[in-house]
């Protein structure tokens, strides 16, 4: 018999293992007030994210703080509204940004692109982008040569083809922000594509997911991006053609995530 109006669930104990809402308990036939209130303050954070703006100005001025040459594009969807309702517009560069684009000339070709979008968690970018560049710069190999780093509001994963392909790099890397869920409004994605063009699929693309301290660690998911990195440039592919067989010694507590996650 309860001494208090909620019952306890006896399988509450597993919830030191996860994030997942299990074990929460009822009073009645309902939910006990707290975690329902717990889940609508996850619903409406997971919301805001959605449509939160990127703070464009701070991200640039965090990767430039790296070192690193930026640029400022944004895609064809207008604005949030537009970007939302037209999926098909974020793969796409504004006419400005195009041009933009076509007035960057290199001495020589790039071997990677790295291209910061906002996609559907601009916190997540935020939060993440600059701190996880810095992470790979220390990890990756002397030899690479880097595009400046794009940053682009408005978009989605495929943007990073037609930036790859007008940079003239081997590879494109997109850091996006992902689909929220109910515990990780924060959480960033990482795409890697060999040979970047208009038109690429997702099967060629390789995905790190779940990229956040409560989830895949910065440090270990820029460990993994390097030795992808490595084999892609070695082998000259990416997608389901390359899977990621890095060993245990990069295995963490996170979810590395799916090679063909749907990309936001």
């Known amino acids: 018999m309860s001494s208090g109006p909620v019952i306890a669930n006896p399988w509450s104990v597993l919830r030191r293992h996860t994030p997942a809402r299990i074990g929460l308990g009822r009073s009645g036939i309902s939910q006990p007030t707290a975690p329902q209130l717990d889940f609508q303050l996850a619903h409406a954070q997971a919301r805001d994210a959605v449509h939160r703006p990127l703070d464009h100005e701070a ?33 796409r560069l504004d006419e400005a940004s195009i041009a933009r684009l076509a007035a960057c000339t290199a001495d020589e070709q790039a071997d990677l692109a790295l291209v910061v979008a906002d996609g559907l968690s ?26 400046p780093v794009a940053i682009v509001r408005q978009a989605r994963v495929a943007i990073g083809d037609p930036i790859g392909e007008a940079l003239g790099a081997r590879l494109a890397v997109v850091l996006v922000g992902e689909r929220p869920g109910l515990s990780s409004p924060d959480s960033m994605g990482v795409y890697v594509t060999w040979s970047p063009r208009a038109g690429r699929v997702d099967a060629e693309r390789n995905c790190i997911s779940n990229v956040r301290p409560e989830g895949l660690p910065l440090p270990q998911a820029a460990a993994r991006l390097a030795w992808l990195l490595g084999e892609a440039r070695s082998r000259q592919l990416t997608g ?16 590395s995530g799916s090679f063909l996650l749907a990309p936001p």
């Open 59 to 91: 991200v640039d001025a965090a990767v430039r703080a790296l070192g690193l040459p930026t640029l400022a594009l944004h895609s064809a969807a207008a604005d949030r509204h537009v970007y939302l309702q037209r999926p098909d517009l974020g793969r």
């Open 122 to 147: 601009a916190l997540a970018i935020e939060r993440h982008a600059a701190p996880f560049i810095a992470e790979l710069r220390r990890v990756l190999a002397r030899d690479w040569r880097w595009a």
């Open 240 to 255: 389901v053609a390359l899977k990621d067989d890095s060993g245990p010694a990069l295995e963490t507590g996170g979810d």
